[in-house]
């Protein structure tokens, strides 16, 4: 029997070959191999010797990191098909104007801030996926979909300037969005905004992390329309640049699996390894390089790395004993860091300096020469065979891990530095310096007045950018939002049962899976659906769909499923509708996002809905909500199990008191809280109509409960009020009652109050009840009437001008939800709150609204305490 494996021992014996001779015997015999055969052929015989040596159970296997050199051979190189001189002109002139348009604001105002060090260490990186790969959306080709790293926006807006997309004016309003239109100019947004720039920026990737995960879902969603032949996607890539710093986000990290699980070869990441966040080293004592290889390559990403430029080829062909690979291996990105921060010299004598063997290979060379040596991701040749490699490789993700200098070309002023993120200042000397470091065509004057530069129209240089984008299609990042509109069935096609529900009883999450069902048959917007769910269909009672439109698999159902038999039997399928995330709230609204910005995106439009406990939404990925918002997305989030109390015996972590509250934060969210069928069918009939049928930017959040009841009929004549936000619902009492009292109420705890009015009525009070479909919606109104000076005139100042008497509002959440409308109260009426306000509780619903004090006994208590009974 094999003795058990110890790690420390395995290396022991590594670091004490017991036998070097049969050892090197090994070495030759593979070299041998690679060299008769090929390594397709050593591939296949190390695969073989994996396998015995884990059949043997060795406790061996592969190190994922392969050494710190390049990916592609120089041999392997594919021919650099542009003019390496003119683009190396074009980057300096744009790495200049991007210099010149952060110093000019905060010379200004230097409360403004912005980025200069980030956009110097990705420029090339940007400017050769820009002159080669990255297609533009035309007759031909759909577009490529680009992320950029954001804090380098400047160096975009620097090639529109030279596009003649932008003016020198625009460049001098970077970060003055508010005031450039006094000057007849457009102010530019701190990072990629389509809200503020919507018909320039297409992705938001400000918050950090939102970016990778977003471009992966967008990836799998262009397979998504392809697969279910909606749209043919096939030439399409993703291109995203990312920091490396922000591969610490959990977003970043969080999907690399179901890139690498779907085979998205449609999409590359290149990650822009400066090894420097905002305030120091990204692995200041480790290696970030080698730590994402491991993770991408471990994640099952083809991985590509970009570490050395040109003028290291030399060299390391002449290291024939390996002292320059020894080297890099042995130095942290802290030590690196330091190299990039200082000269030539300071090289010469630190790192060069180090023994013997890598002093001979520096023997020769100038201390300029030293310090110019470029690291792979400044060096537009390597770039070049990178992205040309990723673009060609097929059955997976590819990730291009591009080592750079945060800073490269400040010199003494940032590169490299500590204080680099944060530099926004030059004196003239550093203005001298880097226009000298880049051979720019400015005087002395023009380069200490910080003058923008834009060669002539007929310049070399202008027809070669002007060419290579023709090429590609045009200009990016563009924005485009020509889509087809789509008609939305009558409301009684689909949701008839709701208007008229004769009193039966259901839940209003049942409700929207009916209604939902019924669209989906819709031969016109069916197909546009998109269900998404993040591993609860079942919880939500959606199992019947997966027989009627199924779970979208990029490979289809390769297994008899264990519930094959049944009617609600689970079934994937290449063109399956139903996006199903697994337990990845993340991952969905990502899912949800790319659907909803479809028809900007993939000029189709497509209307997704997505459903989750509503607790996990706004509270748990409140800022990816915020990301799509700005994207201007147009779809439907549906919060259920919402309210506090609404889903017993699940406690604390499961019930949403707050999302309401939330979402009234977000200016183009619609957010509604239905009470009954009827007024969820108006809403999402509304809602439809205004996203596909109008092309609004907006999109809706609904809650929905899982609690049943009976459903009235939707009065008559209401379905506007149902909209503006809320609704007289009935009286109750004697009309000539001596004392009355207006009663509030929305979603789960609507009932309640219609028991407290019954309540009241029975001692002789009279009752008006109002049904709140939206409290954020009322606010909005009342806030839009006082801004017009019509105080008091408010929707909800309206419908209570004809009750009479105090007014108590209930709700499901924290009582700040139903405050947001006390000013719309009319003068002189008491105006009361009660709500779900502090941490939740494991019970049932009766105890639960018993302990928050929004039971009809509570309601009706405190009806009568305002009353003054």
């Given at each position: 029997m094999n003795a058990p494996y110890e790690p420390h021992m395995n290396a022991m014996l590594q670091a004490l070959d017991i036998d070097p001779e049969e050892t090197a015997e090994w070495r030759e015999a593979l070299l041998a191999l690679i060299g008769t055969q090929g390594p397709e052929r050593a591939r296949q015989i190390l695969d073989e010797l994996a396998t015995v040596a884990r059949q043997q159970r060795t406790g061996w296997q592969p190190e994922l990191n392969t050494p710190y050199m390049n990916t592609i051979a120089v041999e392997d190189q594919p021919d650099f098909p542009g003019d390496l001189a003119t683009e190396e002109r074009l980057v300096a002139i744009m790495r200049w104007n991007a210099l010149a348009m952060v110093v000019r604001a905060n010379q200004a105002y230097g409360e403004l801030g912005g980025h200069i060090a980030s956009y110097a260490s990705v420029a090339d990186l940007f400017e050769t996926g820009f002159h080669h790969f990255f297609h533009a959306r035309t007759e031909q080709h759909q577009g490529d979909l680009v992320f950029f790293q954001p804090h380098s926006a400047p160096g975009v807006y620097a090639r529109a300037f030279l596009e003649g997309r932008l003016s020198e004016a625009d460049l001098m309003h970077y970060r003055q969005e508010i005031t450039a239109p006094d000057s007849g100019a457009r102010g530019l947004s701190s990072y990629p905004h389509p809200w503020l720039m919507p018909d320039f920026w297409q992705f938001p990737t400000g918050s950090m992390g939102l970016g990778p995960i977003s471009s992966i879902y967008h990836a799998r969603f262009m397979r998504y329309l392809t697969h279910r032949q909606l749209q043919d996607c096939s030439a399409r890539k993703v291109w995203g640049v990312f920091g490396d710093g922000e591969m610490d986000e959990p977003e970043s990290m969080s999907a690399l699996t179901l890139a690498a699980r779907e085979k998205l070869d449609n999409l590359v990441w290149v990650v822009n390894c400066n090894l420097q966040r905002l305030d120091g080293p990204v692995r200041g004592n480790g290696r970030i390089i080698d730590e994402l290889e491991k993770l991408f390559a471990g994640a099952g990403w083809n991985v590509i790395k970009l570490v050395w430029g040109s003028d290291w080829d030399g060299l390391l062909a002449r290291d024939t004993s390996g002292a320059l690979l020894r080297a890099f291996a042995n130095t942290v990105d802290g030590q690196m860091q330091t190299f990039a921060a200082k000269d030539g010299r300071y090289n010469r004598d630190n790192f060069f300096g180090q023994n013997e063997e890598l002093a001979r290979l520096a023997q020769g060379m100038t201390d300029e020469q030293i310090d110019r040596l470029k690291r792979g991701g400044h060096d537009i040749v390597k770039i070049h065979a990178a992205y040309a490699a990723a673009a060609k490789h097929r059955g997976q993700p590819t990730v291009i891990l591009a080592h750079t200098k945060k800073g490269f070309g400040m010199g003494s002023a940032g590169q490299g530095k500590m204080t680099t993120h944060s530099q926004k200042k030059f004196d003239e000397q550093d203005l001298i310096e880097y226009r000298n470091r880049f051979d720019l065509p400015l005087s002395d004057e023009q380069a200490k007045g910080l003058a923008f530069y834009k060669p002539a129209d007929d310049s070399a240089e202008m027809r070669y950018l002007r060419e290579h984008r023709a090429r590609l299609g045009g200009s990016l990042p563009k924005r485009e939002t020509t889509c087809d509109r789509l008609p939305v069935p009558a409301l009684a096609n689909y949701g008839q049962f709701a208007l008229q529900a004769d009193g039966k009883e259901m839940s209003t999450t049942m409700a929207f899976v009916r209604m939902l069902g019924n669209l989906l048959k819709d031969s016109t917007l069916g197909p546009r659906i998109v269900p998404i769910v993040a591993d609860e269909a079942r919880t939500f009672g959606m199992a019947n769909l997966f027989k009627q439109v199924g779970i979208y698999?990029?490979?289809?159902?390769?297994?008899?499923?264990?519930?094959?038999?049944?009617?609600?039997?689970?079934?994937?399928?290449?063109?399956?509708?139903?996006?199903?995330?697994?337990?990845?709230?993340?991952?969905?609204?990502?899912?949800?996002?790319?659907?909803?910005?479809?028809?900007?995106?993939?000029?189709?439009?497509?209307?997704?809905?997505?459903?989750?406990?509503?607790?996990?939404?706004?509270?748990?990925?409140?800022?990816?909500?915020?990301?799509?918002?700005?994207?201007?997305?147009?779809?439907?989030?549906?919060?259920?199990?919402?309210?506090?109390?609404?889903?017993?015996?699940?406690?604390?972590?499961?019930?949403?008191?707050?999302?309401?509250?939330?979402?009234?934060?977000?200016?183009?969210?619609?957010?509604?809280?239905?009470?009954?069928?009827?007024?969820?069918?108006?809403?999402?009939?509304?809602?439809?109509?205004?996203?596909?049928?109008?092309?609004?930017?907006?999109?809706?959040?609904?809650?929905?409960?899982?609690?049943?009841?009976?459903?009235?009929?939707?009065?008559?004549?209401?379905?506007?009020?149902?909209?503006?936000?809320?609704?007289?619902?009935?009286?109750?009492?004697?009309?000539?009652?001596?004392?009355?009292?207006?009663?509030?109420?929305?979603?789960?705890?609507?009932?309640?109050?219609?028991?407290?009015?019954?309540?009241?009525?029975?001692?002789?009070?009279?009752?008006?009840?109002?049904?709140?479909?939206?409290?954020?919606?009322?606010?909005?109104?009342?806030?839009?009437?006082?801004?017009?000076?019509?105080?008091?005139?408010?929707?909800?100042?309206?419908?209570?001008?004809?009750?009479?008497?105090?007014?108590?509002?209930?709700?499901?959440?924290?009582?700040?939800?139903?405050?947001?409308?006390?000013?719309?109260?009319?003068?002189?009426?008491?105006?009361?709150?009660?709500?779900?306000?502090?941490?939740?509780?494991?019970?049932?619903?009766?105890?639960?609204?018993?302990?928050?004090?929004?039971?009809?006994?509570?309601?009706?208590?405190?009806?009568?305490?305002?009353?003054?009974?």
């Open positions: 698999s990029s490979v289809g159902q390769r297994y008899a499923p264990e519930d094959i038999g049944s009617v609600l039997s689970y079934r994937e399928a290449t063109d399956g509708q139903i996006l199903e995330e697994g337990i990845s709230e993340a991952g969905a609204i990502a899912s949800w996002t790319a659907a909803a910005t479809s028809y900007s995106v993939h000029g189709l439009a497509m209307l997704p809905f997505y459903i989750y406990y509503s607790m996990f939404g706004f509270q748990r990925v409140g800022d990816a909500i915020w990301a799509a918002a700005d994207q201007r997305a147009r779809g439907f989030l549906l919060g259920a199990t919402s309210g506090r109390t609404t889903l017993g015996g699940e406690g604390l972590q499961h019930q949403d008191g707050s999302s309401h509250l939330v979402a009234a934060t977000i200016p183009n969210c619609k957010a509604y809280d239905p009470a009954f069928a009827g007024e969820l069918a108006v809403i999402l009939d509304a809602g439809m109509r205004e996203m596909v049928e109008q092309q609004a930017d907006v999109f809706y959040y609904i809650t929905l409960m899982n609690e049943n009841y009976a459903q009235p009929d939707l009065p008559a004549g209401v379905a506007t009020d149902v909209l503006r936000g809320a609704y007289r619902f009935g009286a109750f009492g004697p009309s000539d009652a001596a004392e009355h009292v207006s009663l509030l109420g929305s979603g789960a705890i609507l009932t309640e109050v219609i028991k407290a009015a019954q309540q009241l009525a029975a001692q002789g009070v009279g009752v008006e009840v109002l049904s709140i479909t939206s409290w954020s919606e009322l606010a909005r109104d009342g806030m839009a009437q006082e801004a017009s000076g019509h105080l008091g005139a408010g929707h909800l100042a309206q419908l209570l001008a004809s009750t009479r008497g105090p007014v108590i509002a209930a709700t499901d959440y924290v009582r700040a939800v139903p405050e947001s409308v006390r000013a719309f109260v009319p003068e002189g009426r008491r105006y009361s709150t009660l709500g779900t306000d502090g941490f939740g509780r494991s019970d049932t619903r009766a105890a639960l609204r018993r302990f928050f004090a929004v039971d009809a006994d509570s309601i009706a208590q405190s009806a009568l305490k305002s009353l003054g009974r």
